[in-house]
């Protein structure tokens, strides 16, 4: 039986989905927990889980670097730890970045604290293996752009999420 970790579950809506799929050995750190992820132990054992998922997470917290050495922690050997964060590199991110020096999901207006090049990426990760990046359309909702939704590929260009799939070693 697969035991799967969601960090910052929000409303669960991945947890129904698993559910649905057959998986019922979830664990939730839900985003209105008490567990600081910036800096406090995750509440487990070490080598507990198969599965860590952090969908939407690691760019809101002051200290990601806590987060990481604790999902490394509490994850079984071979383990999967799934993240996922807005796609810096979309194209209309690189375009807005040009011209005002800022992206649209990196405002003073919304909570994300961090912007993550691949390259820091693979440093924060780098006790992990690295086994695929995806993207994810979601959904644009950038003015004029949004009649384009679903009409673009699932690359860096265009994806509005990438997906980070890491494998702690065996």
Known sequence: NVKILDVGSGHGLFKEMLLKEGYNNIDEIPDESHTDLSFDKIKSSDNKYDVI???EVVEHLENPHNFIREAYR???RGGILIVSMPNPFHIISRL???KRGNMPR????NNHIYVFTRDLIYKLFDQFELIATKYHLGELTYGIFKKF???YPENQW???FIIFIFKKDE
């Not at 990196?106 to 207006?109: P, S, Y």
């Open 53 to 55: 998922t952090a969908w």
């Open 74 to 76: 509490v994850l079984k």
């Open 96 to 98: 807005l970045f040009l």
């Open 106 to 109: 990196w405002n003073k207006r």
């Open 149 to 151: 939704d679903g009409k």
């Open 158 to 160: 265009f994806g509005h």
